[in-house]
Each structure stands twice: as C-alpha cells, then as structure tokens.
C-alpha cells in the first residue's frame, strides 16, 4: 500500500484546509484508514478514522465538530476536511492505512496501522 498525503500549509485560525491522501498499490475495501497528527514534542494521535468499505466515520474529541474525514472510493483518495483551526491543530497529519477488524476499528492504534504516508504539515498562526 502507498500513501501519498498531500494539502498542508499555512492558515490563519479560523481558517480552512483540505488534506488530501492518494491510495495505491491494492483494492481497499477490507480496509480502515485514518488521519493521525503529530506535534513536536508529543506522541502521535488519531484524528480521525474512516472504514473504507461503509464510510462509517469516528473522530478525536478534539477536531469533532470542525473536522470531516471522507474518501472517494473512484479516486482511491480519503480526505480531511479542517475547519475552523485552532493553534493547536499545528502538527504534521499523516494517513495510514490498517486492515479493518472490530479491535482495530475500536481502538485506532497507531501500531495497528501498518502503512502511512509521508506527512504534510499544518501550521495555524494565531
């Protein structure tokens, strides 16, 4: 599986981005992806997780409310769509994929999740 993630950059707060990421390499259907973020000094987070197949969704309290994740099953693209930013959404997000399961759906662990692209940094000036 190759993930290219794509969309980062520099917003106001307040502000809006869309993060996009680019699936290749098989058929994703048994698939669960996510968007995770990780700024310095802190260990890397769930932000938001999809299940390929239905498009059930779940979301870190954090970004509820403000953030949506989606994917387009024809382009073999999930996306996140960041609104309202916060300074504290300033991370580097990363996709990753995971093969679904009922654990891993519950727990969106990131050492559950076995590919992940490159990351793309989001930055909210205050």
């Known amino acids: 599986v190759q993930l290219q993630a794509s969309g980062g950059g520099l917003v106001q707060a307040g502000g809006s981005l869309r993060l996009s990421c680019a699936a290749s390499?098989?058929?994703?259907?048994?698939?669960?992806m996510g968007w995770f973020r990780q700024a310095p000094g802190k260990e890397r987070e769930l932000v938001a997780g999809?299940?390929?197949?239905?498009?059930?969704?779940k979301y870190a309290d954090s970004v509820k409310g403000r953030f949506t994740i989606s994917r387009d099953t024809a382009k073999n693209t999930v996306y996140l769509q960041m609104n309202s930013l916060k300074p504290e959404d300033t991370a580097v997000y990363y996709c990753?994929?995971?093969?679904?399961?009922?654990?891993?759906?519950?727990?969106?662990?990131?050492?559950?999740?076995?590919?992940w692209g490159q990351g793309t940094q989001v930055t909210v000036s205050s």
């Open positions: 990753a994929a995971a093969t679904l399961s009922v654990n891993v759906w519950a727990t969106m662990a990131v050492q559950d999740f076995g590919s």
């Open positions: 390499g098989r058929t994703f259907g048994s698939y669960v």
């Open positions: 999809i299940i390929w197949s239905s498009g059930s969704t």
